[in-house]
């Protein structure tokens, strides 16, 4: 079946160490991949997206996330954790298909809590 | 501050009750998509709403319903609410509705069905 796979579901860093969030898919082709972040009390907010290219990606607040077309991942990294880090990750994925253009699919995110 | 407006904030009512949620996107944004968040289904996708016309359609209940007006707000329907329907509904909204593009999402409305 098609789904989005983030193992973690919660992760504890402490501020200044490096970050990693896992993310798979299982689909017949590439996706549309995007990386949410939410914080308490708030929306979703785009932190990057691989449409296709380079296979690291850079978005804002300095995360990057590394496409691996052969392991079927899409992984979330932050050399450095800041305490305003903390929240909700979420991975989705668009299908891109002509009946479900736009419909993201979320994996079942993942907290994060930095200790200082 | 995305500039996706979804109102109420919090709302809270009585199982076999209708309610409706409103939510009005970015300037110049066509597209609206409802997700509901849940703590047992998670995040999931409920509909797509392209200047007026569905476009696409997720896990969403025959008691739901939605639509986007010509000013490009949209309401999203519930009815004959469950204590199950209690979750976050979050609205999002993108220039065009094609997978490129970002969706931006509002703050949510937290239903409470009691």
């Known amino acids: 079946a098609q789904s989005v796979t983030q193992p973690d579901i919660h992760i504890t860093v402490s501020e200044g160490a490096s970050l990693e969030l896992r993310c798979n898919y299982s689909?017949?082709?590439?996706?549309?991949l995007f990386w949410y972040v939410q914080s308490p009390g708030q929306g979703l907010q785009l932190l990057l997206k691989y449409f296709s290219g380079d296979t690291l990606v850079q978005g804002i607040k300095g995360f990057e996330a590394e496409f691996k077309r052969s392991q079927s991942s899409f992984n979330l990294r932050k050399p450095s954790v800041h305490w305003s880090d903390a929240a909700e990750y979420f991975c989705?994925?668009?299908?891109?298909?002509?009946?479900?253009?736009?419909?993201?699919?979320f994996g079942a995110g993942t907290q994060v809590v930095v200790t200082p | 501050d995305s500039g996706v407006t979804q109102t109420p904030k919090h709302l809270i009512t009585a199982t076999g009750q209708r309610v409706t949620l409103r939510c009005s996107p970015r300037?110049?944004?066509?597209?609206v998509y409802w997700y509901q968040q849940s703590l047992d289904q998670g995040l999931q996708f409920l509909i797509h709403?392209?200047?007026?016309?569905?476009?696409a359609k997720g896990n969403i209940l025959e008691r739901f319903s939605a639509q986007q007006f010509p000013d490009l707000h949209s309401e999203l329907n519930l009815s004959s609410l469950e204590l199950g329907d209690s979750a976050l509904y979050f609205c999002a909204s993108s220039p065009s509705g094609g997978g490129t593009d970002t969706q931006y999402f509002g703050p949510g409305t937290r239903l409470t069905v009691l």
């Open positions: 300037s110049g944004d066509l597209s």
């Open positions: 989705a994925v668009d299908l891109m298909t002509t009946d479900s253009w736009g419909k993201l699919q």
């Open positions: 689909y017949g082709a590439t996706p549309y």
């Open positions: 709403y392209y200047n007026g016309e569905e476009r």
